[in-house]
């Protein structure tokens, strides 16, 4: 089933290209009676809805039809692509420079939105951990721990725990929550993660001690908050280990 943000994205795509057209229409009546910087600003408020329900692409798109159908529709001479008032050429500018920047705002706020959503259950994860880390004397514990939590957070079909081996080539979740195979980034919000093993190395205090090898669902697309919380899980057992190490 295709994710419900995925869905939504599309829908802004086509309002992008739909919407300030439509409203373009709707205001052409009043054109003579409707200033030309009173339609850019309700052509912006149409940026902003879209951007809100979609991502910056659909905003920079819906800020691009607008200023277009501005021009088009709102500026001598009239159904040509062409200005030749110079106070209309500096509104449609604007238009476009404010669509396009009000537009990225909309998008990012409606991205802090989805964080605030989801942060309560990863900062929950991450406070978790981090008193057991603390509290447990011996380091399996610690490690079972995250290997269950990580194969919850990632959707894993399993999640194993190896001391002290780093062999192979396999991909890698790496600390900004992207994957590397190779020498190439894995697109894993278009692909998800790879159908092999992904590892994911522990560091205490910048020594390697071990690697979690992660068994991905098929299908599955972890987002990247939740690859940042699994980093930040492997570093607590980083840590863990090499407090214990140092007795």
């Not at 920079?60 to 030749?84: G, M």
Request: glycine share 6%.
């Amino acid at each position: 089933m295709m994710p419900r943000y995925l869905d939504w994205d599309r829908i802004a795509l086509l309002a992008a290209l739909v919407a300030p057209l439509a409203v373009a229409l709707v205001l052409l009546p009043f054109r003579s009676a409707l200033p030309n910087t009173s339609v850019a600003l309700i052509l912006v408020v149409v940026v902003v809805a879209v951007a809100a329900i979609g991502n910056r692409l659909a905003g920079a798109l819906a800020a691009l039809s607008a200023a277009v159908w501005f021009d088009f529709f709102f500026t001598h001479p009239y159904q040509r692509f062409s200005i030749t008032k110079s106070a209309d050429i500096e509104t449609a500018v604007l238009l476009l420079v404010v669509g396009l920047a009000v537009s990225q705002l909309a998008a990012y706020a409606r991205r802090l939105r989805v964080i605030t959503v989801t942060d309560a259950d990863y900062l929950a994860r991450i406070h978790e951990t981090a008193e057991l880390a603390q509290s447990a004397r011996a380091t399996d514990t610690i490690v079972d721990h995250v290997t269950a939590e990580l194969t919850d957070l990632l959707n894993l079909r399993g999640c194993r725990f190896e001391y002290g081996i780093l062999t192979g080539h396999p991909p890698r979740l790496e600390q900004d929550g992207a994957v590397v195979w190779g020498h190439k980034r894995w697109d894993v919000d278009r692909l998800g993660l790879p159908d092999e093993e992904v590892e994911l190395r522990t560091i205490g205090n910048g020594r390697f001690y071990g690697r979690f090898m992660l068994e991905p669902t098929p299908g599955s697309v972890p987002p990247l908050q939740a690859r940042l919380v699994a980093v930040t899980l492997a570093d607590q057992v980083g840590t863990a280990l090499d407090t214990a190490a140092r007795g």
